[in-house]
């Protein structure tokens, strides 16, 4: 089946501090690879994307490649600050259905 | 850019009322669903549709209800509801393809 088990928070992480957030994956067929950030009282919104093996997707300094043969799609990025604060969840798509499945969430607060 | 918009943001019901929350996009998305937001659980989906007309259950369809009768709406009807139905749920919309999924800004519903 289809799943996908990310990292259990919450993360709290310094100013500047290097960020990565576990996630691995089950698929059956190739499926497409998504991190999705919600800030605090709004919707999910498309941070970076992959869609197929060796992919690198990222936006805001944020990167996370799609590694086939470890079946993990791990967020990092280099230097967070403050507005990143902020709960991340990593998801895939499959073209059978157009269907999503989304991990549990990871909350990451940045201090000053 | 509207894209995908929730009605109502916020709703208080007693147990045992009935209410529908309505979802509309304004992209020309084949696939709509609906899913809730739960503490530690992620997302998890209700209930799809991939055009009009036609409408499938996911995960969680108990208690809920769906139709969709145009390609630019997605109500989702709770009959009778329940305390376990508290959460917050969001709407999401997407190109067929397994492309990234738009959500709505959630409704977050209280059942006392």
């Known amino acids: 089946g289809n799943s996908v088990t990310q990292m259990e928070g919450p993360v709290t992480l310094s100013e500047e501090a290097f960020l990565t957030i576990n996630c691995t994956y089950t698929?059956?067929?190739?499926?497409?690879l998504f991190w999705y950030v919600q800030y605090p009282g709004e919707g999910l919104q498309l941070l970076l994307k992959?869609?197929?093996?060796?992919d690198k997707g990222s936006n805001k300094g944020f990167e996370a490649t799609y590694r086939k043969e470890t079946t993990s799609f791990h967020l990092e990025k280099g230097s967070v600050q403050v507005s990143d604060s902020a709960v991340y969840f990593c998801a895939l798509g499959v073209n059978t259905g157009n269907q999503f499945y989304f991990g549990t969430g990871t909350s990451l607060t940045v201090i000053p | 850019n509207a894209g995908v918009t929730q009605t109502p943001k916020f709703q208080v019901l007693k147990t045992g009322q009935s209410m529908t929350l309505q979802c509309a996009q304004d992209?020309?998305?084949?696939?709509m669903s609906w899913y809730r937001q739960d503490p530690g659980m992620g997302l998890r989906l209700i209930h799809y549709s991939v055009g009009a007309g036609i409408t499938d259950q996911g995960e969680v369809p108990n208690g809920y209800n769906v139709s969709r009768s145009t390609t630019e709406d997605f109500p989702l009807r709770l009959l009778s509801a329940a305390p376990s139905q508290t959460s917050v749920y969001f709407c999401?919309?997407?190109?067929?393809?397994?492309?990234?999924?738009?959500f709505g800004q959630g409704t977050r519903l209280t059942v006392v």
């Open positions: 992959a869609t197929k093996a060796d």
């Open positions: 992209m020309n998305h084949e696939y």
């Open positions: 999401a919309s997407s190109k067929q393809g397994g492309t990234e999924a738009f």
């Open positions: 698929a059956t067929g190739y499926p497409s």
